[in-house]
């Protein structure tokens, strides 16, 4: 396929030649639903035959339906090919000397749009390229670990990740920086929390809702905010370094075994569930929220535990859902269950045989919530009482995806239940806690009239 042309077929083909306009091309698209000036871009071989799309002015991009166009004409021409700028990251004296672990995510990246492919910057001259305010807050190394989807990363990646923290912690670094897609930093954050237990510094996973080349981005504020809070803060803990509102004001610190992805888009994407977080941070400076917190030492001391048994399962319980479900489990060797349940942490009755068949085989059953805020009370309620009866073991106000890494984590260091049970009641970085606080649960809903008045006066 000519370069004219590129990636566009059937009937989106015959509509650029229809017009005579170019892959590349500064374009009024006239249609249908009103006009449209942007750059034609190329398409992927497996992207449909509907559509062209546009780079518009303001950075975004829009898909014409071939149906809609009346019209195309050509405007101009500016081929894009996108470099990511490379300047040699400066060292200076006096400065945070931090670490950037990279594991896939596209935290500082641009997409080529000649060729479809996202490319990252990794390297500190890229980064420093790309966000020079990062040489305003530390002197910088990088290392890229592995390149994988968010949705990839796994025990395998959760351990030599571990070891690469702790390496770096007897090497004497004052930071660490994990550049992390966001759809599964939770998890990641939450084993690290096990993994690598009361680090001398600050542990800090970072990553981006929306791609560097977009207007709105968060990657590069993410970033810097990221970056300060691994050379000057003082809570030495795995933490996730996020959007706070929506808006770029300022960013939050919240502890690795309770913080939680909550929406697919925001930017302020993650809450820290069932407590407050450890901190606002902005460009300034740090503003902690919480006092109980491990601080930053001087020694190199650190308890490394990169263990893992990768047959457990989070398994969410649903009306209806039928004992197989537990028994193909336990026929498939899963050691460990977590169960996301009902309420005050409830299954249905017909799964009951099947949980006493799995506790007898030696599969452990810890339990959770499906509210995510609030606890596990199994007492309340028969169902609850029963359940524990047959060996099923309340997790208090455990996140399900913590329950899940911490108990692949304790099976990774010994198969005795009871052994088991003791890590996974004993609480380790406040992923159980003995109470929630009152602002640790607050859910707005919109279109009553005192939270309307309450966002009125308050910027989203």
Same mark, same amino acid.
């Given at each position: 396929?000519?370069?004219?042309?590129?990636?566009?077929?059937?009937?989106?083909?015959?509509?650029?030649?229809?017009?005579?306009?170019?892959?590349?091309?500064?374009?009024?698209?006239?249609?249908?639903?009103?006009?449209?000036?942007?750059?034609?871009?190329?398409?992927?071989?497996?992207?449909?035959?509907?559509?062209?799309?546009?780079?518009?002015?303001?950075?975004?991009?829009?898909?014409?339906?071939?149906?809609?166009?009346?019209?195309?004409?050509?405007?101009?021409?500016?081929?894009?090919?996108?470099?990511?700028?490379?300047?040699?990251?400066?060292?200076?004296?006096?400065?945070?000397?931090?670490?950037?672990?990279?594991?896939?995510?596209?935290?500082?990246?641009?997409?080529?749009?000649?060729?479809?492919?996202?490319?990252?910057?990794?390297?500190?001259?890229?980064?420093?390229?790309?966000?020079?305010?990062?040489?305003?807050?530390?002197?910088?190394?990088?290392?890229?670990?592995?390149?994988?989807?968010?949705?990839?990363?796994?025990?395998?990646?959760?351990?030599?990740?571990?070891?690469?923290?702790?390496?770096?912690?007897?090497?004497?670094?004052?930071?660490?920086?994990?550049?992390?897609?966001?759809?599964?930093?939770?998890?990641?954050?939450?084993?690290?929390?096990?993994?690598?237990?009361?680090?001398?510094?600050?542990?800090?996973?970072?990553?981006?809702?929306?791609?560097?080349?977009?207007?709105?981005?968060?990657?590069?504020?993410?970033?810097?905010?990221?970056?300060?809070?691994?050379?000057?803060?003082?809570?030495?803990?795995?933490?996730?370094?996020?959007?706070?509102?929506?808006?770029?004001?300022?960013?939050?610190?919240?502890?690795?075994?309770?913080?939680?992805?909550?929406?697919?888009?925001?930017?302020?994407?993650?809450?820290?569930?069932?407590?407050?977080?450890?901190?606002?941070?902005?460009?300034?400076?740090?503003?902690?929220?919480?006092?109980?917190?491990?601080?930053?030492?001087?020694?190199?001391?650190?308890?490394?535990?990169?263990?893992?048994?990768?047959?457990?399962?989070?398994?969410?319980?649903?009306?209806?859902?039928?004992?197989?479900?537990?028994?193909?489990? &336990?026929?498939? /060797?899963?050691?460990?269950?977590?169960?996301?349940? $009902?309420?005050? =942490?409830? !299954?249905?009755?017909? +799964? @009951?045989?099947?949980?006493?068949?799995? &506790?007898?085989? /030696?599969?452990?059953?810890?339990?959770?919530?499906? $509210?995510?805020? =609030?606890? !596990?009370?199994?007492? +309340? @309620?028969?169902?609850?009482?029963?359940?524990?009866?047959? /060996?099923?073991?309340?997790?208090?106000?455990?996140?399900?995806?913590?329950?899940? !890494?911490?108990?692949?984590?304790?099976?990774?260091?010994?198969?005795?239940?009871?052994?088991?049970?003791?890590?996974?009641?004993?609480?380790?970085?406040?992923?159980?806690?003995?109470?929630?606080?009152?602002?640790?649960?607050?859910?707005?809903?919109?279109?009553?009239?005192?939270?309307?008045?309450?966002?009125?006066?308050?910027?989203?």
């Amino acid at each position: 396929m000519s370069d004219m042309f590129k990636g566009y077929k059937g009937r989106a083909l015959e509509t650029l030649k229809r017009f005579n306009v170019r892959v590349w091309s500064d374009t009024l698209t006239k249609t249908s639903r009103g006009d449209f000036q942007g750059v034609i871009l190329p398409r992927a071989e497996n992207d449909d035959d509907k559509h062209i799309v546009l780079k518009l002015a303001t950075g975004y991009n829009v898909g014409v339906a071939v149906d809609t166009i009346l019209d195309m004409k050509e405007l101009g021409y500016k081929e894009a090919h996108y470099k990511i700028p490379e300047k040699e990251f400066p060292i200076s004296a006096g400065k945070p000397f931090i670490k950037l672990l990279g594991t896939g995510g596209t935290i500082a990246s641009r997409l080529d749009y000649r060729t479809g492919a996202v490319i990252p910057a990794f390297s500190p001259g890229e980064l420093y390229g790309a966000v020079p305010e990062l040489a305003d807050l530390c002197n910088l190394t990088t290392d890229k670990l592995f390149a994988v989807f968010s949705e990839n990363m796994g025990p395998q990646q959760y351990k030599k990740l571990a070891v690469a923290i702790g390496k770096e912690i007897k090497k004497g670094i004052d930071g660490i920086v994990i550049g992390h897609g966001t759809d599964t930093m939770h998890h990641t954050a939450a084993a690290l929390s096990y993994m690598v237990q009361n680090p001398p510094v600050p542990i800090v996973l970072v990553g981006s809702q929306r791609s560097s080349d977009r207007p709105s981005s968060d990657a590069a504020l993410n970033l810097m905010h990221a970056v300060k809070a691994a050379g000057e803060s003082d809570i030495a803990e795995v933490m996730v370094c996020m959007f706070g509102p929506t808006s770029d004001e300022y960013g939050l610190l919240h502890r690795g075994t309770r913080v939680r992805k909550m929406h697919s888009s925001y930017r302020s994407t993650f809450r820290t569930i069932g407590d407050i977080p450890l901190a606002m941070i902005d460009r300034k400076k740090i503003t902690p929220l919480q006092e109980n917190y491990n601080r930053r030492r001087q020694d190199r001391e650190v308890t490394m535990q990169p263990y893992f048994e990768e047959k457990v399962t989070l398994l969410y319980y649903y009306p209806n859902m039928q004992p197989d479900i537990i028994d193909s489990l &336990v026929d498939c /060797g899963y050691k460990g269950i977590v169960i996301a349940g $009902t309420g005050l =942490g409830h !299954v249905n009755k017909p +799964v @009951y045989p099947a949980v006493e068949r799995a &506790v007898k085989k /030696g599969v452990v059953i810890y339990m959770t919530v499906q $509210t995510l805020w =609030g606890y !596990v009370h199994m007492y +309340v @309620y028969d169902t609850g009482r029963d359940l524990m009866a047959k /060996g099923i073991i309340p997790t208090e106000n455990m996140l399900p995806e913590v329950a899940y !890494v911490k108990l692949g984590w304790a099976l990774g260091q010994t198969d005795d239940p009871d052994e088991v049970r003791k890590i996974m009641l004993t609480p380790i970085c406040s992923d159980i806690t003995p109470r929630e606080p009152y602002n640790g649960y607050l859910i707005y809903q919109g279109g009553i009239p005192e939270v309307e008045e309450f966002i009125r006066k308050t910027r989203k």
